[in-house]
């Protein structure tokens, strides 16, 4: 339990269909991050949010719309997805950003599978 | 921007024996380099970190070096163990914003 919980775990979802994806941290942290996790391919930085606010798009396509109503909350809303959407999508908190980062807790991921 | 690459891809070593995974980085200005493991089903983990003020640290059987001349860093695991098996990621990131960037990971078998 690393104190960040996503759900759901799994979701196979049409090209046509809208989803979210959500993450709840209880580590009292102010910064969220989305990831992307691809089979060999690095972690994917998508998004950054410090004390509710974006700090870091990393050229996301706006078919990925982020959502951060507090600090411990994060999600992300999927719509018009495209098959090579399908991956591991990593939710992470940590104390700050920047100079401040320390360590990221990353919840389980959710799988998704764009049909 | 910063770019971290990652050597091996795989790793298969038999138990008992050392692994060494090695990393390098673009951007001279980072400064902190963590090492995560990520076992099947799970999301990566923290398991040791060094800044560039310091070339090595250890923690039990886990240690991490750095060269900040050659902008490169490695994990080394001594007296490996079944529990060991799981994928490797190294990165790095700097004061400057907010970004930590992964290397590819490494996937290390342990061998019976």
């Known amino acids: 339990e690393t104190g960040v919980t996503q759900t759901p775990r799994h979701l196979v979802m049409g090209m046509t269909n809208k989803k979210s994806l959500k993450c709840e941290q209880h580590?009292?942290?102010?910064?969220m991050y989305w990831y992307k996790q691809s089979a060999k391919k690095p972690l994917e930085l998508m998004f950054v949010?410090?004390?509710?606010?974006?700090?870091e798009n990393n050229s996301v396509p706006s078919r990925f719309s982020p959502e951060c109503p507090n600090s411990s909350h994060l999600f992300l809303h999927l719509h018009t997805l495209q098959p090579e959407d399908s991956a591991l999508y990593l939710c992470?908190?940590?104390?700050?950003?920047?100079?401040?980062?320390?360590?990221?807790?990353f919840g389980e991921g959710s799988r998704l599978t764009v049909l | 921007g910063e770019n971290v690459e990652q050597h091996p891809s795989t790793l298969s070593v038999q138990e008992g024996d050392s692994a060494v995974i090695k990393c390098t980085y673009s951007?001279?200005?980072?400064?902190?380099f963590p090492w995560y493991k990520q076992e099947l089903g799970k999301g990566p983990q923290l398991i040791i970190d060094?800044?560039?003020?310091?070339g090595e640290k250890k923690d039990q059987r886990i240690a991490v070096t750095l060269n900040k001349t050659a902008k490169h860093f490695s994990l080394h695991i001594t007296e490996t163990q079944p529990e060991d098996s799981a994928v490797y990621f190294c990165a790095a990131s700097g004061n400057r914003d907010d970004k930590i960037i992964f290397g590819k990971g490494t996937r290390l078998h342990i061998l019976p």
């Open positions: 580590l009292g942290h102010n910064a």
């Open positions: 992470a908190s940590s104390p700050g950003t920047g100079a401040n980062t320390g360590e990221l807790f």
């Open positions: 060094i800044r560039s003020n310091v």
């Open positions: 949010y410090n004390f509710k606010e974006q700090t």
């Open positions: 951007d001279s200005a980072s400064n902190y």
